[in-house]
């Protein structure tokens, strides 16, 4: 169909050039015409036939018209040369277009790949090819290696790393065996998995995200609600001045011609369409998503990408956004003993409780503990544990536990939790347990800080002392501690309140239980989507991974798609104005009016096309 | 109910603008969306009016964009 067309546009340049060259050197007019006619109904014939069916339904201010009528007009009032070469410049750039539409579709064909084709599942004993969206929920499937897994589920049997970069942007393998969760989308890399199905096709992560990305673009940003009343209106009256500028100067200027005024009136009709600016800029936020989404950032419309790169307030929840949310032993204090010594003990004492304190614990003693040696264990609720190990009594547990038990023990304010330890009735030291700060968080805030953000605040359930160490260690601004979720949503309409008229407020949170403060912040943002419905679903922009410093990264993609959108909507306003200024005064030829429509329009294209191009940011 | 539709061979940003705008207009309409970088079309409406409405729709596209193929989405 492409190629077809650039053979048309190929041939009648051709026959354009030869007719130019006999007008020009050999002054043969009539053989020029005739060469020019068939030049333009070569490339042209196709717009003149749309124009004529358009016609028949009713639909005259399209594209195909505004063509046909301007370059018919141009041969009328014998410009002939101008009326080819304004329908030639008109389909290279409709091919241009085209060709540019086609490769963002592509693209986004591309990052819409991650759909699953079918599904092995096993009923009657027999494995069966079906779609995906067949299967039930507590079916087997089968999914071997090298295929995308189809549908989320919990393994049952074998091994294997996953890909997760469809989801992800990161091509980060992960490690499953039986009991882990899997999720559709991902690319089983080596062995057989046998996996229980827990959710529908419909509700699978796979789906839930395509069906994200392709709707993204029903919530329109403002740029492009302001383009489309634009377009709706600039049409109509430039071709309404255009029928005036026609026929009013020649009757009541004396001297004017109708010649040189319908040529003037023509080029308006030219420059009259508004394609550049309906096509580019939405396809520059398309573009933004597209690109976006491939960093494992998912945008749910032009809006947020548009907020986002307004945004000057940024509100972090700590725990799972900031900090890993997972417990992990610090520092271990001993007292008249070695910090090995007390790490065993009490890792050995805690052995049998469930608490997440005591695993990790477990965790950083990380040795097998020998059942031998533990006996008369006990666990005192709200206190701590008690046990005999080696025949020594262990008391480990917090400060009301060692009171109770009349112990005397390192009294401090400690940023995080705290297990006491006490030896045959002798207090032996502490063991300090504390969230992790992610390991990209900081960048994240100096990436955020170079964006120049004008605040970053903190909100947690912790301590304010556990929230002023991680503040301070990151370098935020303020940070509010001790909040239950309901306080949350206070505390961020208080911000929201008290933030700039123009600025944005961004939350960042993990979407498990402050989908509330997701929802009321400008831009709700939720971290680790991957495998999170709740996330998904509560928040405007989905961050698929844990690591906050993607935040910068969206960002940036946020600005840059709004400031090639605005640099589109300028240049193609302006050039256009400029040039239906220029034609009335008639300053401008029919030459500058075919740019100001197809030059403007490739050139838009190409630079909406930037946006999608998102690997250095 | 929810019909989601591929438009094969749509063209024109401004001519999906303009069938968004129509189709909307639609008795029983409640919500559609034309995608012009994913050619697709998404119509929310009443069950009943459905069947007209697609029929309506299907009209509008063709006046617009008579090239346009319709297929499932």
Redo the contacts between chains.
């Keep these: 169909m492409m190629k077809k067309q650039l053979g048309r546009i190929l041939i009648s340049s051709i026959f354009f050039t030869i007719a130019l060259v006999l007008e020009i050197n050999f002054q043969l007019p009539l053989a020029a015409f005739a060469l020019f006619l068939v030049s333009y109904l070569l490339v042209g014939g196709d717009v003149l036939l ?1 124009a004529f ?1 358009n016609i028949r ?3 005259v201010f ?2 195909n018209f505004l063509m046909s009528i301007a370059t018919i007009g141009a041969f009328i009032i014998g410009e002939y040369p101008e009326g080819v070469a304004v329908m030639l410049f008109y389909q290279v750039g409709e091919l241009f277009q ?1 060709y540019a ?1 086609n490769k ?2 592509k693209s ?1 064909a591309d990052l ?1 790949d991650i759909r699953p084709d079918y599904a092995f599942v096993q009923r009657g004993g027999e494995l069966l090819q079906v779609e995906p969206d067949e299967v039930q929920v507590g079916e087997i499937i089968v999914i071997k290696a090298g295929e995308r897994i189809p549908l989320d589920g919990i393994v049952k049997d074998g091994f294997s790393t996953v890909d997760t970069r469809a989801l992800t942007g990161e091509s980060l393998p992960r490690d499953v065996g039986p009991g882990d969760e899997i999720l559709s989308g991902c690319i089983n890399e080596q062995g057989l998995l046998t996996v229980e199905v827990t959710k529908e096709y419909e509700e699978s992560t796979v789906s839930k995200i395509l069906d994200l990305v ?2 993204a ?2 919530n329109k940003s403002k740029s492009e609600q302001f383009i ?1 009343s634009f ?1 709706r209106y600039y049409t109509p009256i430039v071709v309404l001045i255009a029928a005036l500028l026609a026929v009013l100067p020649p009757i009541f200027i004396p001297g004017a011609t109708f010649q040189t005024w319908v040529y003037r009136a023509l080029i308006f009709l030219v420059v009259s369409c ?2 550049a600016l ?2 580019s800029i ?2 520059s936020f ?1 573009g933004g998503i597209g690109g976006a989404s491939r960093k494992g950032i998912l945008v749910k419309g032009s809006n947020y990408l548009e907020a986002l790169a307004k945004a000057d307030t940024f509100v972090f929840d700590k725990t799972g956004t900031l900090t890993k949310g997972v417990f992990k032993v610090q520092k271990v204090q001993p007292q008249g003993m070695s910090e090995e010594e007390l790490l065993e003990l009490t890792a050995y004492a805690e052995n049998y409780s469930n608490h997440p304190i005591s695993h990790s614990i477990k965790n950083a003693y990380n040795k097998e503990i020998d059942h031998q040696r533990v006996s008369q264990v006990q666990e005192i609720p709200g206190h701590g544990v008690s046990a005999f190990v080696d025949g020594r009594e262990v008391l480990a547990g917090n400060f009301r536990f060692m009171e109770k038990m009349n112990i005397s023990y390192h009294k401090e304010d400690f940023p995080g939790t705290v297990v006491h330890v006490a030896v045959n009735g002798q207090y032996a030291g502490y063991i300090l347990i504390a969230d992790e700060i992610k390991d990209d968080a900081q960048l994240a805030v100096s990436e955020l800080k170079k964006a120049n953000i004008r605040e970053l605040v903190m909100l947690t359930g912790d301590t304010q002392l556990v929230g002023e160490k991680v503040s301070s260690e990151l370098g935020l601004d303020k940070v509010y501690g001790e909040l239950l979720p309901g306080d949350k949503v206070a505390k961020l309409e208080e911000l929201l309140a008290g933030k700039s008229s123009h600025g944005k407020l961004a939350y960042v949170g993990d979407g498990i239980n402050d989908a509330p403060v997701l929802a009321r912040a400008d831009i709700g943002i939720a971290m680790g989507g991957l495998g999170s419905d709740a996330a998904i679903e509560a928040a405007d922009i989905v961050i698929m991974d844990d690591e906050p410093s993607k935040i910068a990264t969206a960002i940036k993609i946020g600005k840059k798609t709004l400031k090639i959108a605005r640099q589109n909507a300028i240049f193609a306003i302006g050039i256009k104005v400029g040039v239906l200024i220029l034609s009335a005064f008639g300053l401008a030829t029919m030459w500058e009016a075919v740019f100001a429509d197809v030059g403007v329009t490739i050139l838009a294209v190409l630079n909406a096309f930037r946006a999608l191009n998102v690997g250095d940011l | 109910m929810k019909k989601s539709f591929r438009l094969d061979g749509l063209g024109c940003a401004n001519c999906a603008a303009k069938m968004e705008k129509r189709i909307s207009k639609l008795d029983g309409v409640s919500k559609v969306t034309v995608n012009f970088m994913t050619t697709k079309m998404v119509i929310e409406g009443e069950d009943e009016k459905m069947p007209m409405i697609l029929e309506e729709a299907e009209k509008i596209i063709k006046k617009l964009e008579p090239q346009v193929v319709l297929g499932k989405g």
């Design positions: 749309r069916n339904y009713g639909n399209d594209e085209d539409v963002s579709r986004i819409m392709e709707n673009s029903s489309t377009a508004p394609c309906v096509v939405p396809l398309f």
